[in-house]
């Protein structure tokens, strides 16, 4: 009878050598399964910039090829486009399949065509919440932290009737600030600019024609990533002093574009020599290792490397500067 007898388990030592081997399957397939996410976030991404990148030359293409501008802020701007102020992100909501959140707006204007003061009908408006509260997925980067809003104090935003307004992870940044007494006179930003040329692809409250843009428009970079915002991210941690909140992340904020003023690397300090991932306090910013988003002025997308050299993104930025730079 013994030799019908067989062994009916394992013993603990082999349950115990299978466990660690499953576990270290696990530990080496978990990273690759992150990369993997994180590669198709990033394409995802990419391809929200292209959507935008598009959508700003079909405005163009109907509108005289003037691109939109990068904000409508005073009586200048509303007398061109409206009596509203409003983001760049709010002309091209027909070009991204939108129009729908488009026809509301207009729906909402055209009940004051001609109102002033605390009468017109600004994006932060009471009767404006339906709007502004939607969402809109090809403005926000699958990489940055979801279900955010701009609910951030008084302080940061323009008035007081933020409240749950949907972010936008992406904006202009159509300056490179070289103001007098600020940190790029002392030499973080080392180009013969002045006020006349330091200026991006698109205008405040103006129109920019295609044709404006000297430097070319594949060389000069249009709408970037400012990610994670109204928090405030230096070096991939969320900040948690008096600095932790910026303004502009209302994908409908009329504030939401920005110059480069670059910062400390450890993204802590306004004014330094990192430009790309160091804060996302309305910089150029993203939850991609290793880089940023940014969309070029025909529409095109590109990766900036967070180690690019500040002088280097300062001469993408300007339309017609005239620099010659690689960004590679």
């Not at 017109?120 to 932290?145: E, L």
């Not at 940014?294 to 529409?299: E, F, P, S, Y």
């Amino acid at each position: 009878m013994n030799r019908f007898r067989g062994r009916r388990g394992f013993t603990l030592i082999e349950l115990l050598v299978v466990i660690a081997i499953i576990a270290v399957l696990v530990g080496l397939l978990v990273p690759a399964v992150q990369k993997v996410r994180e590669a198709a976030n990033r394409m995802s991404c990419s391809n929200n910039i292209r959507q935008m990148g598009i959508a700003c030359h079909n405005f163009a293409g109907t509108n005289d090829n003037n691109l939109p501008p990068a904000r409508v802020s005073n009586t200048a701007g509303r007398a061109i486009y409206g009596n509203s102020n409003r983001s760049v992100l709010v002309f091209l909501l027909p070009n991204i399949e939108q129009d729908a959140l488009y026809k509301r707006f207009e729906s909402l204007m055209q009940q004051y065509p001609t109102a002033t003061g605390a009468n017109r009908r600004n994006w932060n408006h009471a009767d404006m919440r339906p709007f502004y509260q939607s969402p809109v997925k090809t403005f926000q980067c699958p990489s940055a932290p979801s279900s955010r809003t701009d609910n951030s104090p008084a302080t940061y935003a323009a008035v007081d009737s933020y409240i749950n307004a949907a972010t936008s992870d992406y904006q202009v940044c159509n300056a490179v600030e070289i103001s007098a007494g600020s940190a790029y006179a002392n030499g973080f930003i080392k180009l013969s600019l002045n006020d006349g040329n330091r200026w991006g692809m698109l205008q405040n409250n103006l129109p920019t024609k295609i044709t404006d843009c000297l430097d070319g428009t594949s060389n000069t970079i249009m709408l970037v990533e400012d990610a994670g915002r109204p928090k405030v991210y230096a070096k991939g941690r969320l900040r948690t002093d008096s600095y932790q909140w910026t303004s502009g992340a209302a994908w409908a904020d009329n504030e939401g574009q920005f110059g480069l003023h670059g910062f400390t690397t450890d993204g802590m300090t306004s004014g330094g020599p990192c430009a790309v991932n160091c804060s996302s306090a309305n910089e150029i910013y993203a939850f991609h290792s290793g880089g940023a988003n940014v969309m070029m002025g025909d529409g095109s997308c590109r990766f900036l490397r967070d180690a690019i050299d500040i002088t280097t993104v300062a001469a993408m930025i300007t339309r017609n500067g005239g620099e010659v730079y690689n960004a590679d």
